[in-house]
């Protein structure tokens, strides 16, 4: 590979997420967000293709579509699988067979995320989207979250609304309650995180390319557990790289997400 | 043809909307919602309304023009415009009250009032802070299992008026979607005690299989109090195959939330019209 083809941040970020979804097998992969999607996708064309998939609306789709293309005329045609109206979605989420990967406007070191609003519930000074799946989500599923803008405003000590329920909140419920509630994994635009450690608190589980262990430290509002040695994000290998350029995000939405560092 | 007349007019729909009732709307997001009722409830003297909705600019509309004294939602965005403008202003001045529930939560609250019971059980909820944004929210111990388990227990999300849009319909309130999602339109109807269905045309009954297929007959008249004709009625929201969002007007319509001058600009123009003057406007 040449200079010119070196992966970029968001490519690397793409692989990062992909990573969250290796060994789910058949269940519903259900990436929200542009580079989620993109992960997704990956992860489906590549090392997990079992994965079942959606179109972004109704339909379970086989075929590896890419992102941002809307006029049905520019995409390639859908092999639809099955149909998955709302409905039929809230059963697959109560059901079980699912990994979703939201965003979080916060997230805690326990993996609390916010997506409802800033400030009180009453009053919010930022009414965000609402709480909309989160707590569903979590205590039914799979749940990895993604995060573009690291910084102590969004990786926070205290988050101000709980959508997403973190591992205290789900330990505080008891065993039986708590029995589905799992979040393998968070990614940012400068690493990617898990909760492997003794008490489930967020730990840095690789920094990306070119970010440094302090950099991470300084954007993060919380105490990361932290290793004595730190990997770093591998990097897309070459069959990866074309299907994040050529079929999955031809029009680079990714770099819209994040700038190259 | 035995099938009853349930004909009715738009001012009919909106007239039998009094203050402090509770209003289902359908649709989701900036989907398939009755926009043409939502526009004749705004220019109708109900006032202090509820609104329940998958919310999008139903929710921001009627916000903005004062209607609102409690959203129940789960969010409420434009789709293409992620944060609704109007609502968003609304809740961050504190001009509306919000019953802000998760998505799964909203919907068993709709099925528990179509099934006329008092609730049903979700594990969604359980540790979030739905709970705490929503304290008269109970538990409810199961009855079976050892140790039992301990789930939210949803209430029943009971409606006044139900308002829905379809793409088609027979006089009789028989109802057809022909996109991709039928929502929860037929939930809306049944936690509903008067049920108004707009379509984008009213078709004999006979002709129904000719539109869509069998499935696509998703709200039955046995749901259906009134049914109006209302063609483009969802504009500007999406309603394909019969037409896509109106990009350029929602973003216009959004855009009005930034100072009341544009606002009243808007109003006037585009909402203080009859249907008719509305649909000629937009061309």
């Not at chain 2, 909705?53 to 129940?72: E, I, N, Q």
């Not at chain 2, 009250?97 to 998505?103: G, I, K, P, R």
């Not at chain 2, 855009?255 to 001058?261: G, L, M």
Request: with cysteine.
């Amino acid at each position: 590979m040449t200079a010119k083809d070196a992966a970029t941040r968001a490519e690397v970020c793409v692989v990062a997420v992909a990573e969250a979804f290796r060994g789910d097998g058949e269940i519903l992969a259900n990436p929200i967000g542009t580079i989620p999607m993109i992960g997704g996708r990956l992860a489906k064309a590549t090392f997990e293709p079992a994965l079942v998939m959606t179109d972004g609306e109704a339909m379970l789709v086989e075929n590896i579509l890419p992102v941002g293309v809307t006029d049905p005329k520019q995409q390639p045609a859908k092999v639809v699988g099955a149909w998955n109206p709302y409905r039929a979605m809230f059963d697959i989420v109560w059901n079980g067979p699912r990994h979703v990967m939201m965003g979080a406007t916060q997230i805690d070191r326990y993996g609390n995320q916010n997506i409802a609003m800033l400030g009180s519930l009453e009053r919010p000074t930022v009414q965000l989207l609402g709480f909309r799946g989160a707590p569903g989500n979590t205590i039914n599923d799979k749940t990895s979250y993604w995060v573009p803008n690291h910084s102590p405003k969004t990786f926070v000590a205290a988050v101000d609304v709980v959508s997403g329920i973190g591992y205290d909140r789900a330990r505080a419920l008891g065993p039986l309650a708590s029995r589905f509630h799992c979040l393998p994994r968070v990614v940012s635009n400068l690493g990617a995180f898990d909760f492997e450690t003794p008490d489930s608190a967020m730990r840095l589980r690789s920094v990306h390319p070119g970010v440094s262990v302090a950099a991470v430290v300084a954007a993060t509002g919380f105490e990361l557990v932290i290793g004595a040695t730190v990997a770093t994000t591998r990097l897309p290998t070459d069959e990866e790289l074309r299907w994040i350029r050529e079929v999955i995000d031809p029009t680079s939405l990714r770099e819209q997400e994040v700038p190259n560092a | 043809m035995v099938v009853p007349d349930k004909r009715v007019t738009i001012d009919e729909i909106v007239g039998e909307i009094r203050d402090g009732m509770t209003v289902g709307v359908g649709g989701w997001g900036s989907r398939r919602k009755p926009m043409s009722l939502i526009r004749a409830l705004m220019r109708s003297p109900a006032t202090d309304l509820t609104i329940v909705s998958y919310g999008g600019p139903d929710v921001g509309l009627l916000c903005r023009a004062g209607k609102v004294t409690r959203v129940v939602y789960a969010f409420v965005s434009l789709d293409s415009i992620p944060l609704e403008p109007h609502f968003r202003n609304a809740r961050q001045s504190g001009a509306v009250e919000a019953t802000e529930l998760d998505e799964g939560m909203f919907l068993l609250g709709l099925q528990a009032a179509a099934w006329r019971v008092p609730f049903l059980p979700t594990r969604a909820g359980l540790g979030s802070d739905v709970l705490r944004a929503n304290p008269s929210l109970r538990t409810v111990t199961s009855p079976y299992g050892n140790p039992p388990e301990v789930l939210v227990a949803m209430p029943a999300l009971e409606l006044d008026v139900a308002l829905v849009h379809m793409h088609r319909g027979d006089q009789g309130g028989n109802g057809q979607y022909l996109n991709v999602d039928p929502y929860f339109d037929d939930l809306m109807c049944m936690a509903a005690k008067r049920r108004f269905m707009s379509v984008e045309r009213i078709v004999p009954t006979e002709d129904l299989l000719a539109e869509g297929p069998l499935q696509s007959l998703r709200i039955n008249r046995l749901m259906v109090d009134g049914v109006v004709e209302t063609p483009n009625g969802a504009h500007f929201t999406e309603c394909p195959p019969d037409y896509a969002r109106d990009e350029a007007f929602q973003r216009a319509y959004a855009a009005t939330a930034k100072s009341d001058d544009e606002w009243d600009v808007f109003r006037r123009r585009f909402l203080d019209v009859s249907e008719a003057e509305y649909q000629a406007a937009i061309r």
